[in-house]
């Protein structure tokens, strides 16, 4: 497939990102956001604006999906959605942190009408996406991943393929499940540097290039020290990912007590109005 035009349906935190990246691969990219507002600064950077989804569908040849909850993305793909304008023969990506059961149904709706579907969720936060360097994991037909795999490279650098429909959104379960107690213990630590009156910046020094290390220790931990909550990824999303993880976990009969533990501190700090901040806020409930 030589440069298809891509529809992108969601221009938040992440989609921005992945959208500028696409257009510097030299794709040309349709978008529809449900607040035109916030995508204005996008078509300054060369993207087309669509009022509607089916619209945005029916001019692309690959339609893209960068949404909030399950909830949204059966309302995108469904009812009057993407799979009813999609060209037979098109290709849907959505890239949305969902339930791995929603994706299966995506899968097989689109594959009764003709149409190629990979679930492929990310992960690398906004810096990641606005530097390309998101890790992306797919689920679906290994055909349309080799296809499809040029555009992914425009967004990330980490690209491997899972296997059948639903296995990028499984894997995906995997990745949060792994931060959600990594967050735990970055700001459990950080919390005892403190208590113990050292250096919180010279210990990040020490412990982020040794075993300890990792994407949140590296990334998250020096935003904490500094009180920066702003959102590389929202909180009340991360619940909403955990909640999916456990909701599969306990349906495959698997304990979780570490996630648990930090959805249920994740929690409090939505109830305490930190829904909006980002993830790294967890450092609060320790202070």
């Known amino acids: 497939m030589d440069k298809p035009v891509i529809g992108f349906i969601g221009t938040g935190v992440m989609g921005k990102g992945m959208i500028r990246n696409l257009i510097k691969g030299g794709y040309s990219v349709n978008i529809y956001n449900r607040t035109k507002e916030k995508a204005l600064d996008l078509v300054d950077d060369g993207a087309r604006w669509f009022d509607t989804i089916s619209s945005c569908t029916q001019a692309s040849d690959v339609v893209v999906t960068m949404v909030g909850y399950p909830k949204d993305v059966k309302d995108v793909y469904f009812k009057d959605g993407i ?145 920066d909550f702003k959102p590389g990824f929202y909180v009340k999303h991360f619940i909403k990912d955990m909640t999916i993880a456990l909701e599969t976990a306990k349906e495959m009969g698997l304990m979780t007590p570490g996630l648990e533990s930090a959805k249920k501190l994740y929690e409090e700090l939505a109830e305490n109005g930190e829904e909006n901040s980002g993830t790294q806020v967890l450092y609060k409930s320790y202070l």
């Open 83 to 227: 799979l009813n304008h999609a060209k037979k023969g098109s290709y849907v990506i959505d890239m949305t942190t969902s339930s791995p059961a929603l994706a299966e149904d995506i899968y097989n709706d689109a594959s009764s009408r003709g149409i190629h579907a990979l679930d492929a969720p990310v992960s690398g936060g906004d810096i990641g996406a606005q530097k390309g360097t998101l890790s992306i994991m797919i689920g679906g037909e290994k055909s349309a991943f080799d296809k499809l795999k040029p555009i992914f490279e425009a967004m990330g650098e980490n690209i491997v393929y899972q296997g059948k429909a639903g296995s990028g959104q499984h894997t995906k379960m995997c990745n949060q499940i792994t931060i959600a107690s990594n967050m735990m213990g970055v700001c459990e630590a950080l919390a005892y540097a403190k208590r113990a009156g050292l250096n919180e910046e010279q210990v990040l020094k020490s412990i982020t290039s040794g075993a300890a290390g990792s994407w949140s220790l590296s990334n998250l931990a020096p935003r904490m020290l500094e009180g």
